[in-house]
């Protein structure tokens, strides 16, 4: 199985702030990496696929970045309504499989 | 706006099965999409559970695969799941979500808003 670790596990950022979240694989996924949002109570929202893709009526605030093993998620310009947890995950063979998550909350 | 919506029992006895759908109204559900089951325990990340292809094939997390089955009703434009044998560890929130093939990328888009199944006697 392929292994996805991000990190931070858990951040706090000022409004404003860009922050950048980090997804390590345990093999070459190429670019066959999405990136979630959840926020408490609620189901995951999706936000990039192929590393760096927005999904449909994601704002541009968010980015992707990487290939291979690492990849990253930037958030822009931070909002409260942007805190939560982050998730990335891999596709490119099964299972499927997801990192630990990422909270971050507003300072 | 495509809905998913799932449904079936909060409550699960241990050593039953679990059963869940996923009702996709308003969408053909044999278009050109895959169909998944990930679930998440309280407080904890999401795990895979399994895919179910157009086609038919399915794919399963080997941690889960000879307790599980996902299957399709076309005719009620419906997925679902089965989960034998279950104990205390499947108690989680079950989502329902459909993959969505973008130049050969197949990313989860859309997801269920998920229910909670607990696992007690």
């Known amino acids: 199985d392929i292994q996805m670790t991000q990190s931070p596990s858990s951040l706090s950022a000022s409004v404003g702030d860009r922050v950048t979240i980090t997804c390590r694989a345990s093999q070459d996924i190429r670019n066959y990496l999405a990136w979630f949002q959840q926020k408490p109570g609620k189901a995951p929202k999706s936000l990039i696929y192929?590393?760096?893709s927005l999904q449909s009526g994601v704002p541009s605030k968010f980015s992707g970045s990487g290939s291979g093993t690492d990849f990253t998620l930037t958030i822009n310009n931070l909002q409260p309504e942007d805190f939560g947890t982050y998730y990335c995950q891999q596709y490119i063979s099964y299972p499927l499989t997801f990192g630990g998550g990422t909270k971050v909350e507003i300072k | 706006q495509v809905q998913l919506q799932e449904s079936g029992p909060g409550l699960v006895k241990p050593s039953e099965t679990l059963s869940l759908t996923c009702d996709i109204s308003a969408y053909s559900i044999s278009s050109t999409f895959h169909w998944a089951w990930i679930r998440q325990p309280p407080g904890k990340g999401l795990e895979w559970i399994g895919d179910i292809w157009r086609s038919g094939t399915t794919y399963y997390n080997p941690s889960l695969n000879s307790r599980v089955t996902i299957s399709v009703d076309t005719s009620k434009s419906q997925f679902s799941l089965t989960l034998r044998s279950v104990t205390a560890a499947d108690t989680a929130m079950y989502y329902c979500a459909r993959r969505l093939g973008v130049a050969g990328h197949w990313s989860f888009d859309l997801w269920g808003r998920g229910t909670l199944v607990s696992v007690s006697s």
């Open positions: 192929a590393a760096s």
